[in-house]
């Protein structure tokens, strides 16, 4: 035998009741039909009680309308006719009798509201009984036994399972029972408490010791989390009661929470299905499950709308008997503590409270505490408003280690402040108290990182969309699927600008469209705007990408680390700012646990800084650093012939997407420099710009002036370079502009080498670097390739990207 039971949604209209009767005719097994009102009725019979209790006659609104609800239900089942109208019509004027008597007295008292409150299950049991052919109809007040606890009684269960046992005990067939509703021994109407048809079922499948109860309602069974919130959650297959017990306290709405008692108790299983899609799996409830070990945590709940109540004072520590008087002054007062959270100095102790009851809350203890605040010993109650728990649950926690360090990490690497948190002994759940404005992308960050997210998302923010930017832009649309398909990454871009318009979306913009929307936005580039609208969204996972050549942009990263957003950039500027600035940079970024990544700073995609660092970190000491660090220098020098001279060369750097914005930054060995500090201070040398030498091969006056000037005045110097390089192919050597650092000093210049020199034979715009270390001593290391190119420096910052998802 089986337990079926069925939500208000499912018995809510005439076609959703045709499913209810495929799905008990579906089941090969005798079996109990327990329903809920149509959806929605309780509430208005509840509200018209409300109504009559002001002494006037207006719950007729209400009363029209429940009368509707179940004339259109029978209606259409029915044809409008058969005994159930006479049925249903009797329990009508039953209600609008007893509701004007409501009236009459002015007066609404519980036991008169349990009179009425279960009319609806009343009515919708015969509805159901009668739609499904064969089945019976049996009125659960007649076995379910309660106290007098009107509004929320309790199950007298001796007598109950007793009366239950009996009645079904040569049941065979389909049998339909109202939930929610009892009677006490006096023969009144109580009920069970709101979402008491989950109970109802529960107490009839534990008394006859079926073979399973299933809750059909309108969701797939419980998710992994508020799929309003995280797009991603779904449905866990497989839940113990325990679990399914904590999720359920912690606003999983898919269970009423005492439904479990009864059913654990006899370790019934409970299978939540949903009535529309009748296909799916749904959540499976058990004594113990057979999921994942590799999952720790099956599910996360939030309650939003709470208030946490600190009581605290120097003179509450080690005084006993301060909890019990705390709890007992809100129990008094009917306040459900939702969270405790006390430190061991003893010092405070706060509460978790529904925010409705904060006042009633806060002057039930002022008035315990009176005398103690009155002498100092408690010297403040404070009162934090819009907060929300969040909770993870799940029995692999226990003698787990390393989940609430992963937890906590993740949440404060995002910038996440935890107001207070409470772990029970028993390891089943971690619950913890932020600030509402913040609940959304802490669910995003704990259901991503404990693998609860299928996919891990990445919230680019981009700056720059130029030669960089643009390539990085059609890379990533290009490998965007194969990543979220091979490696379950997601990247999103959900911000965008150029140097006059900026554009944000929260879902990510369509890539292939995305230069479109920027240039139709009508949201003018602004460079703090872009910040306060990066920091405004809040996102979990957010990483800033500069793709400009700006002292301003670089300028910014202080305040978006420091807001726990990552930064990748391929500009220069910061990490050969002031070592000072550098180093804070660093700093935030490790406080903050947010990557700062600038891998493309040198050698473009080529992986430079990510190998000295290796080197550094695992122990080996850089002795000496020699390179050729600028793709267009090496270009130039590569290029320039009797045809090509030096001018045009430099044209033709910038065409191909070497050059810096403003090549001057090239020609002047500026960008050298500052590649060659920043190799330096990634090798742990504290190098300041000031300290490196810089031997130009272009004479400073065509730096003055306007870009316009220089690009008409550097023509003059094509025939003085011509004359030398000819000289030199005549000698059978090369130009190569080289960069030194050892011994605490670094200087940059050009040289001249012969074809015996590494840096002889290296062709186009590429880079080499050798690395002269301990370990790598006779025999340096040397890494050579491209070194500048708008296609290997946007993969460079691709990858870096998907460093900062570390996946
Ligand atoms: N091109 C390369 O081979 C290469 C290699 C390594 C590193 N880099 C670095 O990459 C960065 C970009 O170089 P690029 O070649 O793409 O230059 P680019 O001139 O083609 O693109 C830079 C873009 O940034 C935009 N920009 C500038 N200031 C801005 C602001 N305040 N707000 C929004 N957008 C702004 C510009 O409008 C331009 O579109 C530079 O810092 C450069 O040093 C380039
Ligand atoms: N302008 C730079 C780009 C790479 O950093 C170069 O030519 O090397």
Known sequence: MKVLKFGGTSVGSAKNIQKVREIVQSQNDNVIVVVSALGGVTDLILEAAQVAATGTDDFGNYLKEIKQRHSTVVSELFNGSGPITYIAD?????????????????????????????????????????YIPGAIREDAAEFIKTNSNFGKAAVDFDETDQLIKAKFKDFSGVAVVPGFIAKNSRNEFTTLGRGGSDYTSAIIAAALEVEALEIWTDVDGFMTADPRVISKAYTIPELTYSEAMELSHFGAKVIYPPTILPVYQKGIPVHIKNTFKPENEGTLILSSTSDRKDRPIKGISSISRIALLTLQGIGMVGVTGISMRLFTALAKMNVNVILISQASSENSISVAVDEHAVNLAESAIRAEFEKEIASGQVSKIAIENDLSIVAIVGENMKHT????????????????????????????????????????????????????????????????????????LQQIQKQQQKLLDEKHLKIK??????????????????IANVKETLQASEMKSSLQGFVEAMKAMNIYNSVFVDCTASDEVASLYKEILQSNIAVVTANKVAASSAYENYTALKNIAKQKGVKFLFETNVGAGLPIINTLNDLVYSGDRILKIEAVLSGTLNFIFNTISAETPLSKTIQMAKEQGFSEPDPRVDLSGVDVARKILILAREAGYPLEMEDITIERFVPASFFDGSLDDFWKNIPALDDEFETKRKKLEEENKKWRFVARYENGKAQIGLQVVDSKHPFYDLEGSNNLVMYTTERYNEFPMLIKGYGAGASVTAAGVFADLIKVSNI
């Open 90 to 130: 009797e329990l009508l004027d039953e209600l609008e009798q007893i509701l004007t008597g409501i009236t009459l007295v002015g007066e609404l008292t519980p036991k008169t509201l349990d009179r009425i409150a279960g009319i609806g299950e009343r009515i919708s049991s015969h509805v159901v009984a009668q």
């Open 493 to 510: 871009l959900t911000g965008i600008a150029n140097t006059k318009k900026m554009i944000f979306r929260r879902e990510g913009f369509d």
């Open 401 to 472: 280690t390393g989940i609430a360090g992963k937890l906590f990490s993740t949440i404060g690497r995002n910038g996440i402040n935890i107001i207070a948190i409470a772990q029970g002994a028993s390891e089943l759940n971690i619950s913890w108290v932020v600030k509402t404005s913040e609940l959304r992308k802490t669910l995003n960050v704990v259901h991503e990182s404990f693998f609860l997210s299928e996919n891990v998302e990445l919230n680019v923010f981009l700056m720059g969309i130029g030669t960089v930017g643009g390539n990085l």
